[in-house]
């Protein structure tokens, strides 16, 4: 069951909230056997990674990754008493934004809710959001998240961002405005209108583990690749699922967060992997996203390993990376209607479909190929079952006449508080 119609898209993106992370490239070399210390070598034609000379695949993996500080030592004072104080650690979108920031205050006592929380303030002028002239920015908190690293009381509290408040020629005090990057603005204004509908979400978040040394994906050989893709998606043992620890550690850090994640696999590209976030009402999976992707890039800190988001990290015959996005509300769950429900919405994102794009997420044109599980990005389509599609519902939906469905046009590097946003929007506003 397919419906597709073909639109006229520009290949770029005008959403200049997303900056792409640079694309990997390596210097190839040929008969470089010496170069290699992982097992089992083969070589094949590299026209199908994405250029005309030859490469050695390698099965197995290559190398190490090591902290710059001993980590030991850190450990000897995360039992010190804290004398009743709470350290906050306040966590914001940076510039770009997709970058994420933060800065620790201790607080007297633990916040019952955000609205406790004292409100701060950051030099926007190093984060590229605010003149040196005029450089601070407003923070306000708005989730508030257990700290894994520290433990104990202390917390770590998302915010959104805005120009403080001024006072006018008048004498006057405006209100603080949000920054272009406050993304959460507008999507909280719009949950708040669709609120009686409950929408809710799930975000499958794809990302690429790297060596922070050569920005190759973690335990590839260096002058070449690893064996086709196949065995590696949800694989297990060494050569296939690489960089598990790093996984480990974020899934247990985000349960003790109070983060809703709801799994983890490993993915059809080595070295990459993907992890569920929700359900979450509203507001409520945007702040939980942005605070699951915080905690990842502090445990890849910990492992000296880099996290990108970038939607298609390597070139060629490879696997992008995505951020599905998981959809249903009271309409499409309802009994007996929530299938026809879902066929109308559908037919609305179609309508929408250019908008739906230049929204989600920068460098999209490289993953949204056709190919490689993705829909044509200038092609809307949709299917029972099918991974090739736009949109997914799945299989047992119009048996059972209701559901949710999936949107896999988003990059792994989407704004959830946009993509979410416009979903509502179209779909229920």
Known sequence: MLMQKTFSLVSRHPCSAYRRTPVIRAEQKTGATSSFSAPRLSTLSNSKRGNNTMALAVRGTQGSSKAILDPSVTALYKDLDQGGK???????????????????????????????????????????????????????????????????????VMCDTYVPPKVGADGKVADPTPLPTNTRFACNAAMEKAKAEEPWFGIEQEYTLLDSGTGWPLGWPLNGYPGPQGPYYCSAGAGYAIGRDVV?????????????????????????????????????????????RYILNRIGEQFNVTVTLDPKPVPGDWNGAGGHTNYSNNSTRAEGTGWDAIQAQIAKLERRHAVHIAGYGEGNERRLTGQHETSSINDFSWGVANRGASIRVGRMVPVEKKGYYEDRRPASNLDPYVVTKLLVETTLL
Request: aromatic letters at 10%; a negative charge; charged letters at 20%.
């Open 248 to 292: 480990e550690a974020h899934y247990k850090a985000c349960l003790f967060s109070g983060i809703n994640i709801s799994g983890v696999n490993a993915e059809v590209m080595p070295a990459q992997w993907e992890y569920q976030v929700g359900p979450c009402i509203g507001i409520s999976m945007g702040d939980q996203l942005w605070m699951s």
């Open 86 to 156: 709470v350290m906050a650690e306040y966590v914001w979108i940076g510039g770009s934004g997709a970058d994420l920031r933060s800065k620790t205050r201790t607080l007297d006592a633990v916040p019952k809710s955000p609205a406790d929380l004292p409100k701060w303030n950051y030099d926007g002028s190093s984060t590229g959001q605010a003149p040196g002239d005029d450089s601070e920015v407003y923070l306000n908190p708005v989730a508030i998240f257990k700290d894994p690293f520290r433990g104990g009381d202390n917390i770590l």
